[in-house]
């Protein structure tokens, strides 16, 4: 999948390949199906396996097969494409030793000797010359070849006798993991296989560099590219990342002094950028230029070096498999500035393993005290997640007004591993992930808000299908601390449990086996205090009173009793020293004493029990006694009682059959309502005093309901589900059923069983709020934007209060507290760095807060066009480079096609193309003599040979002819050559018009970058663009990043203000007067000089709420008319506004001076109700 942006204003598209060739894009935002194509019958019935679309130009895409690469060139939103796919038939290395003829079928083969080029060399400087330099140009040729080889079998960061011991060495497409586009090389593919990554240019359809995976690492998972820089981020198979950095190229001596000086192309002064003839007029080809004689002994093909490696990460469990790899989008580069990367400059990646695991990396500088220097990827965080395994699950206690200041609110769920992941359900983070048991955990129960009882069964032998006994395991785990203490570790082959229930008030907790007597043990000494009798064997449910005798009593007697409330269990049960056997035993006899001899209370509690012929027998236990009081029949269907639940006087039961009654403890009335379901698999009330809703869990559907007072149930909403969709239901809260589903997802709903808000980040609670701007509404984001644009402070120091207080003026209140959480857990370098910065350097860190991609290329050409040396531009800019610094690129570029293009008669003219535009006609003067006698363009190469020669002379009439055979030869279609003639004759700026005429803007572009002097070049750059600020293109933020490449920064302002982009185009003008750039608003119109643009800001800020800063730009646009009646309505409001606060806070201070009076006795009571 690929998300594709064709312009500014276009619907977020997906681009999806399916499994049978089938290409679709999506619309997300309206849902809908934009096109599909079949690419199955036009490849030939080859099923593509992936894609990679280019970013450059997101018309093309590549795609692979088991066997070719293909490309598509014309894809567009409004339709799939028409064009035929294309082939590159690329050679990819092989293995060494792979067979005889592989060295003959490298595309770098010795090219033979013309003997046209070489009767041409005898006639210009003889035979003697032509022999003593044919020695030199066949030792080029043989280094040629050995560069080629090299560079086509070895390359990366081995040397070859190195990777000729490699297992497996290279293999074909079948292999083939991935196909990329490297970001930031244009017209560079990336394929990447098992043991090593291949480099391609497909224009030439060669391979130019290779990296090798090290024999100390595992193979390749998946490569990511960093679109800025273009290293390669490679996640191994056993979790080592593995950054390579590609070696900068170095073009031969003597080409940046030759080279480097841009002149005109058809001025006044005539100069020439390349290529000029010397004083005699004639070309030297026997004295090669700086090209022929480094072509073929320079070794050009792309290398990399291992930058970092990260620490192996250990995989724990056969679950802990990899399953997805991602680089941040807006921090993929990396500095030795500290500032900077606080500033998020540095490479992020995160892992995600199959266990639902997160990993996060980052790259930091080189430690300090460091003697190699080199940069480290560390792991920064690890990220736990819900497992994907079938799980129960149980929601602690619920908040009470006595536990409130301690609460947390823990999920506590069961994975089939043996482990209890512990998630905060206020955060959606899980908070502990404790190894507690061996095998599969079967449940557990709280028994207080930090602790859990869990139980497993662990089988120990095989008797018999029916009567086979096992291994129980029963743990109390602590959370906070991770401990976990085993119950029962002395028993051993018995019956399985069933189940375990924890008494209301945590004294007592009762283990029911399957077809044996259950137990009742002491939960604060973990002792066992009884054993029920043969009788009561088999237990199906069991359920503890919420109401103890002790509170009963208090009622009837009042606080005359004396006798305290036990509390319930809210402590660490491991901060009470165990006791042993003999205590256990001592305690078990008294009844009432504790193993130090201290008086011990036990509170008589009631639970009641259902065996497997639906009985309910009513059970009263006080210390070790335990007593039965009634056991009756439950008058139901004919189905048995599944489950139970039990809230203040109301007993709710569900049975096989579907039905739902309901008891009255007091009145002793029930009412039976079918529920026309199936069996009843789970019933759990509603927290919360007086809250009688009930969620209920059956096979295929999920309901709620209620219990009135009236005795009867009352269904309120259901959610109809597949079988066994849902594998568990509990409460989050009064108001919010959770649900836990069989692929692992717990979902939190509302009260109509619909997936509520609360799931979202904004309704998250964190203990430090990350900066998320994204959660806010649009304006709101805005707001926050520009408060953090127009800080009010000093710059000396920063009083995020201050800023924090700027607030009070959303229109959302909840936005409100977001934004002012962000704020306050924002790290205090951050405001450091935004009090320090300059205008241009303060956008750029909103710019990468808030994750806007635009922003940030917009400020980065900006910095760097203030200030070139520091802040230089990564080659992802391309087009938009500094004209020397591209035209480096593209010698270093021709030259790589050039020492790739062997005996290959369309690669030479490949590399003939590039030389003619480039200005380099003695070279191409020599490809075009090198063409053979046999070959059928022989005598057309040699013709043109002759023309390019004759045409190094300035002539007035010859260019005059020139330029009338290209104007034709264009308007006849054949652009390629007509260009070639244009630029010979000096010509290019009228190659490039021609070009854009013909709607190839890059390559217009490309051309003046390389042949034009900045003037010229700036002319061709504004043109393309205003082609890209059309309506039917709409490609402005890239059209005002082009201005700003040339230095354009009034016409830039205009381009943003005309098109409503107000702040970036305040900002821009703040920033180049800061900068001291010089603006000529003489050209531009009025309506966005400085005056009318403040004022136009001033408007923007005051209609997203920030009237403050509304104000300050509005005085300073006083000039303008309108500016006074904005300035008495922003101060209308601001005065409303400060109004307002202080009568709020005269309120708080009133009530908090009420509270003041009021006497202990009166606060006591006000806690007590």
């Not at 059956?698 to 309120?716: C, K, P």
Request: aromatic share 6%; glycine share 6%; with cysteine.
């Amino acid at each position: 999948m690929h998300w594709m942006a064709y312009n500014d204003a276009s619907y977020p598209l997906l681009l999806v390949l399916y499994e049978h060739s089938y290409l679709v894009l999506w619309d997300t935002e309206r849902e809908l199906l934009v096109w599909k194509k079949d690419f199955l019958r036009e490849a030939g019935g080859e099923k593509f396996t992936a894609f990679s679309v280019d970013p450059f130009s997101e018309a093309s895409i590549a795609l692979v097969t088991l066997e070719h690469l293909w490309l598509v060139d014309d894809l567009n939103p409004a339709r799939a494409p028409q064009a035929p796919l294309r082939r590159l038939d690329v050679n990819l290395p092989h293995a060494p030793g792979g067979g005889t003829n592989s060295q003959a079928q490298t595309p770098t083969e010795n090219p033979r000797r013309s003997r046209l080029l070489s009767g041409v060399q005898a006639m210009f400087q003889g035979a003697n010359s032509s022999q003593a330099n044919a020695g030199t140009t066949v030792s080029g040729s043989h280094s040629h070849h050995g560069s080629g080889a090299s560079g086509s079998g070895a390359g990366g960061d081995q040397p070859s006798s190195e990777m000729d011991l490699m297992p497996g060495g290279y293999g074909n497409l079948t292999d083939c993991q991935a196909v990329l586009h490297d970001p930031a090389h244009r017209y560079q593919l990336v394929l990447v296989f098992p043991r090593h990554v291949v480099v391609v240019d497909f224009v030439i359809q060669q391979v130019i560099g290779t990296a090798v995976v090290e024999r100390s690492l595992a193979g390749l998972f998946a490569v990511r590219i960093c679109r800025l820089t273009g290293r390669l981020v490679c996640l191994h198979d056993s979790g080592v990342i593995t950054v390579r950095q590609r070696k900068p190229f170095t073009l031969p001596q003597g080409v940046d002094d030759s080279k480097s000086q841009l002149g005109s192309s058809g001025g006044s002064d005539g100069s020439r950028l390349c290529g000029e003839s010397d004083s005699s007029g004639t070309i030297s080809l026997l004295t090669p230029s700086w090209l022929h004689q480094s072509a073929r002994a320079a070794q050009f093909d792309v290398h990399y070096d291992t930058l970092t490696t990260s620490d192996p990460y250990r995989m724990v469990t056969r679950n802990s498999r990899i399953v997805a790899f991602a680089l941040c989008p807006t921090q993929q580069t990396d500095s030795n500035d500290d500032r900077k990367i606080l500033w998020g400059e540095s490479l992020r990646a995160a892992i995600v393993l199959q266990d639902g695991r997160t990993l996060f990396y980052k790259m930091l500088p080189p430690a300090k005290d460091s003697k190699l220097g080199k940069r480290r990827l560390v792991l920064t965080a690890a990220l736990e997640t819900l497992s994907t395994l079938p799980h129960c699950m149980k929601m602690c206690p619920p908040v009470t007004f006595k536990n409130w200041k301690t609460y947390r609110p823990l999920l506590a769920c069961a994975v089939g591993t043996g482990n209890v992941q512990v998630l905060n359900v206020a955060t959606g983070a899980v908070e502990r992930n404790i190894c507690v048991h061996t095998t599969a955990v079967r449940g557990i129960e709280w028994t207080g808000l930090t602790s859990f009882l869990s139980f497993a069964n662990a089988t120990l032998q095989v008797q018999s299908t029916q009567n086979s006994n096992i291994k129980n395991e029963l743990n109390l785990t602590e959370v906070t601390s991770g401990r976990v203490r085993q119950i029962r570790s002395d028993r051993a082959d018995e019956k399985p449990i069933e189940l375990v229930a924890v008494s209301k008030y945590g004294q007592y907790f009762i283990v029911a086996f399957k077809d044996q007597p259950f137990e009742l043990w002491d939960l604060r000494n973990l002792s066992l205090l009884s054993t029920v009798s043969q009788n009561f064997r088999s237990i199906s449910c069991l359920e503890w009173s919420p109401r103890s005798a002790l509170r009963r009593k208090h009622s009837e007697m009042g606080e005359e009793a004396g006798i305290a409330s036990p509390p319930k269990q809210t402590e660490p049960i491991f901060l009470k020293p165990p006791a042993n056997d003999q205590q256990d035993t001592q305690a078990v006899e008294n009844g009432k004493k504790t193993s130090k001899g201290q008086h011990q209370q036990f509170v008589k509690e009631h639970f009641l029990a259902i065996d497997a012929q639906s009985k309910v027998c009513f059970f009263t236990v006080e210390g070790s006694v335990l007593k039965s009081n009634m056991r009756i029949l439950v008058p139901v269907s004919s189905g048995s009682i599944t489950c139970t639940a039990w809230k203040a006087d109301k007993l709710v039961l569900g049975d096989s059959d579907g039905n739902l009654s309901l008891w009255d403890i007091t009145t002793k009335k029930s009412e039976t309502t079918p529920s026309q379901r199936g069996a009843v698999r789970k019933v759990v009330f509603a927290p919360g005093r007086g809250n009688m809703k009930i969620i209920v869990l059956f096979q295929d559907a999920v309901e709620l309901w209620e219990a009135t007072a009236d005795h009867t149930m009352n269904r309120l909403t259901s959610l109809k589900t597949g079988r066994g969709e849902v594998s568990h239901v509990d409460w989050a809260g009064s108001m919010r059923p959770l649900l836990a589903w069989a692929n692992g997802t717990i979902t939190i709903m509302d009260m109509e069983l619909k997936p509520h808000p609360a799931s979202s980040i904004a309704d998250y609670f964190f203990e430090e709020m990350p900066f998320l701007p994204a959660i806010l509404s649009p304006n709101s984001a805005l707001h926050l934007k520009a408060i953090l644009q127009h800080l009010p402070c000093s710059q000396q120091e920063v009083d995020p209060l201050a800023v924090m207080s700027s607030l009070r003026s959303f229109v959302n209140s909840e936005d409100t507290a977001l934004a002012r959480s962000m704020l306050a857990d924002l790290e205090p370098e951050v405001w450091e760095a935004l009090v320090k910065a300059s205008v241009a350097e303060r956008a750029l860190i909103i710019a990468r807060l808030f994750g806007d991609d635009e922003a940030i290329r917009f400020w980065t050409m900006f910095e760097s066009l203030v200030d070139p040396v520091r802040r230089s531009l990564p080659p992802s800019f391309d087009l938009l480079l500094p004209q020397k610094e591209y035209r480096r690129t593209q010698l270093y570029r021709a030259m790589l096609h050039e020492s790739k293009r062997g005996s290959n008669y369309q690669l030479t003219q490949c590399c003939l193309d590039e030389f003619l535009l480039l200005g380099d006609t003695d070279r191409a003067v020599q490809l075009l003599l090198e063409t053979e006698p046999p070959n059928p363009h022989f005598t057309h190469d040699a013709l043109r040979a002759c023309l390019i020669a004759c045409l190094k002379t300035e002539n007035a009439s010859q260019s005059s002819v020139v330029k009338l055979v290209a104007t034709n030869l264009i308007a006849s279609g054949d652009t390629q050559l007509g260009v070639q003639l244009l630029c010979v004759i000096n010509k290019a700026l009228d190659a490039c018009r021609y070009l854009q005429s013909n709607a190839q803007w890059d390559k217009s572009v490309w051309l003046a970058k390389c042949s034009l002097s900045r003037v010229e070049q700036c002319d061709v750059v504004c043109k393309w663009a205003e082609h890209l600020s059309l309506v039917a293109t709409n490609q402005r933020t890239k059209a005002a990043v082009a201005l700003l490449s040339v230095a354009e920064v009034g016409r830039c302002i205009q381009l943003l203000a005309a098109n409503q982009m107000l702040e970036r185009a305040m900002l821009l003008a703040d920033a180049a007067e800061e900068a001291g750039l010089q603006i000529e608003w003489d050209k531009i119109k009025e309506e966005y000089r400085p005056a009318a643009l403040r004022l136009k800001y001033a408007r923007y800020l005051h209609a997203i709420g920030n009237s403050e800063a509304a104000l300050s730009f509005c005085m300073k646009a006083l000039d303008m008319p309108e500016a006074e009646d904005l300035k008495k309505e922003i101060e209308i409001i601001l005065e409303d506004s400060t109004s307002l606060i202080a009568h709020h806070r005269h309120l708080q201070l009133t009530r908090q001076r009420a509270s003041l009076r009021r006497t202990p006795h009166s606060q006591l009571a006000l806690i007590n109700d």
